[in-house]
């Protein structure tokens, strides 16, 4: 639930609960994310939480999203002052 | 903070649908959330919500699977089953119709008893194997009934409401019978896996 609001918040999008968990099992499949399950609580009707956590590998892939990202903006920008 | 209950049908739908390694962490946000909305706004907006976080799960899950290739198992297993219950109930028609009845309202009788009974066992042949597959089979049911009425291959003068009976319970007989038995599906028994 926080994972989907705070890609909410931060792209302003509404996602699907749905499309959150299936994206964090493509995810944990591929080594990028680990998972545990937490305690049930009454608020959840009895069901138990399931906990994320970022591995090594997720860390590495996310830097060199981060590096593509900014060098193709820095691409933009040249373009612009041409 | 009193905890208000989702609707049923919403529950059933994602239990139904949502794969079994996050079905209850799942299904647990939904209700922690719906409880939030209902609490801060009102029962039927947070009713509304659910709905359409349903809806749209839903068609993210189909989108997933069918991405992920598992569909093409389901399929084959499914149309395994079909071809083995297929058989074993043409044979129990072929027994009715020569040996124990050969009157015609006899036939009219015992025909939906033998299809539901067939759709019943494949259902939970299907989904003692694969959970995927017992919707494949609702479906191959419901196509090979709909071809049977438009090629009219029942001879006997029948009512609509009896093959519109054939074509709606048949393929809820598949759905809706391993979890009226309580049939363990596989991989439900570890959600957390």
Redesign the interface.
Request: proline share 6%; net charge positive.
């Given at each position: 639930?926080i994972v989907?609001r705070e890609i909410e918040k931060r792209t302003g999008r509404s996602i699907?609960?749905?499309?959150a968990?299936?994206t964090?099992?493509?995810l944990e499949a591929k080594g990028y994310v680990s998972s545990f399950?937490g305690e049930?609580?009454?608020?959840?009707?009895g069901?138990?939480?399931?906990l994320f956590r970022i591995e090594a590998a997720g860390k590495r892939a996310l830097q060199v999203s981060e590096q593509t990202i900014r060098s193709m903006t820095g691409l933009r920008s040249r373009w612009e002052n041409l | 903070?009193r905890?208000e209950s989702?609707p049923v049908l919403v529950c059933w739908l994602l239990e139904s649908v949502?794969?079994a390694?996050?079905r209850?962490?799942?299904?647990?946000?939904?209700?922690?959330?719906y409880?939030l909305r209902a609490e801060s706004a009102s029962p039927p907006i947070a009713a509304r919500w659910i709905w359409s976080?349903a809806c749209?799960?839903?068609?993210?899950?189909a989108?997933?699977w069918l991405r992920s290739g598992n569909w093409l198992i389901s399929m084959s297993i499914a149309a395994g089953v079909y071809i083995v219950v297929g058989t074993l109930k043409l044979a129990v028609d072929l027994s009715i119709s020569r040996l124990v009845a050969p009157q015609q309202a006899t036939q009219v009788v015992l025909a939906p008893v033998v299809f539901l009974s067939a759709a019943a066992i494949g259902g939970c042949v299907a989904a003692r194997v694969r959970r995927g597959a017992m919707i494949f089979l609702a479906l191959m049911v419901m196509i090979t009934v709909a071809v049977a009425i438009e090629r009219k291959v029942c001879t006997i003068p029948v009512p609509w409401w009896y093959e519109f009976g054939f074509l709606t319970l048949g393929p809820l007989a598949v759905l809706i019978t391993p979890a009226l038995i309580g049939l363990r599906v596989p991989g439900a028994a570890h959600p957390?896996k």
């Open positions: 639930m989907r699907s609960i749905g499309a968990y299936a964090l099992e493509r399950t049930p609580t009454a608020e959840r009707g069901r138990a939480k399931r | 903070m905890h989702p949502v794969p390694r996050y209850e962490a799942m299904l647990g946000d939904l209700i922690e959330e409880n976080q749209r799960s839903v068609a993210s899950i989108w997933s957390g």
